[in-house]
Structure formats: C-alpha cells, structure tokens
C-alpha cells in the first residue's frame, strides 16, 4: 500500500501529496502554476488553494499573487509564552534572530468609537496610528499597528529613530510607566491591504492580537491590532491548575 492509499479522505490524499511536492522541491524554487497543479492532483482549484493555504500557515510556502508560489526553507520561529509582554524585537535578540522594519506609515486621526472606547477617551480625540510591517529571513512575517494618544507619543517621536516597537519606546523613555496589558488573540482571515503588505493571499488565516497597554494609574496609552504569520510565531500560555471549589 503506497503512502497516499493510507489517507482514505480526498483531502488528506491532495494534503499528503502536496506535502510530498514540497518536500522534494529545493528551497527557493516555484512550484507548478495553480491551474497545472490542480489538473495534477485531480482537484478544482479552490480546493487546492485551501490546501495550500495550510502549507503557508506553517512557513513552508510562499504564495505571491501573480509570480507564483515558491517553497520556503526552514526558518527560525519566534517563540514566547504570554505571560511576559515583550516586543518583537526583544524575543528576536534573545535568540539571536534578526528582524527589521519594512515600511513605516505614521498618520494622525481622530479617535472613532471602537479606538475612543479602547483608550477611555471621547470621540475625535487626537490620535497617532503607526503601521509598519516586520521581516525576518527575507520576508514580511508581522504586520503591526499601534494608536495612541497624541499627548503621549508624537508623531515627530516615532520618526526620529524608531526601531518598531512602540513598547520598547515607551519603556525606553520611562514615561508613562507601564503596568500590563489587555488582549485579545484570534485567528482571522486577512483583509486586502494586510495582506498586500504581508505578500499573502487576501483571505489567508493570520493570528491577531487586539491589546491595550495599561499604566499603573490605569490608563489605557496604547491600542494595538497585530498580525502574524502564524508559521513564524509560536505563542504559548502557562496556566496553574486551581483548586475545585
């Protein structure tokens, strides 16, 4: 019995197949164009998007829209538990990997109700949105966007050497001081522009972070959305086992 007799469900098979594809083809190298592909493994082509879709998550391919899709070697995983807030860059230089910053696009606005109700302050607030994606290994893995109240970071601030973490600047600069932060996590499909600067698929699944960072006077200074590519981060949680009551 060959390997792919073993997956009796279609989808398993078209999975074991396309496993077996990329494991033999050389990082770097293009797969067989989508429509060619799908003929090959007897599927539609919406199939096989999903299928790969999947691959992608894992950091095994590369889909780029109208060049095509391209294995990816093996690449190192930012992993960290949650207990701890720490910033990209931060988790990079602990295991020595190096990261960037890609494009930089910081824009005033007026707080809306979701950002206004976030930061506890009334609507049409000032407010400064930085956006910018980072890459590691050659490639836009996170795209993070971070809105905070004008009187707590400028935009002139956020030009004048900024790294990429707004955390790490505001730690750096010691004021306001820091407590904790709020978040929620969830899996969503990515919108077009994320995922234009992601260099994705429009709709592939990316793991988001909505978060506020709180000061010990319990203010909230800064809401965040982050994206990630989910096979570049491994985020883990320790939990304590309680007592039944």
């Known amino acids: 019995m060959s390997q792919n007799d073993s997956f009796s469900h279609p989808y398993q098979r078209l999975q074991a197949q396309l496993a077996q594809l990329i494991a033999s083809t050389p990082a770097g190298e293009r797969l067989p164009a989508e429509p060619d592909l799908a003929r090959q493994m007897g599927v539609s082509r919406a199939t096989l998007r999903e299928a790969m879709r999947s691959f992608e998550g894992q950091g095994l391919i590369r889909r780029r829209q109208g060049v095509g899709t391209f294995v990816v ?18 988790l990079a230089n602990r295991i020595g990997l190096q990261v960037s910053m890609g494009d930089l696009v910081t ?48 935009s002139e601030e956020v030009r004048g050497g900024f790294t990429g973490s707004v955390l790490d600047l505001l730690l750096k600069r010691g004021e306001p001081q820091l407590d904790h932060s709020v978040a929620d996590i969830r899996a969503v499909a990515a919108p077009s522009d994320i995922a234009r600067a992601l260099e994705i698929q429009r709709g592939d699944v990316l793991l988001m972070f909505t978060a506020r960072l709180v000061t010990r006077d319990e203010r909230s200074v800064d809401y965040s959305l982050s994206y990630f590519l989910p096979g570049y981060f491994h985020f883990h949680v320790v939990r304590r086992v309680g007592e039944i009551h």
């Open 73 to 90: 070697g093996a690449s190192p995983v930012i992993e960290t538990g949650l207990e701890v807030l720490e910033s990209i860059e931060s």
């Open 107 to 154: 824009t005033r606005i007026q707080a809306v109700a979701e950002q206004a109700e976030a930061l506890g302050v009334p609507l049409g607030t000032p407010l400064v949105q930085v956006s910018r994606v980072i890459h590691t290994g050659g490639r836009p893995v996170a795209y993070l966007v971070d809105i905070v109240p004008e009187d707590v970071l400028s």
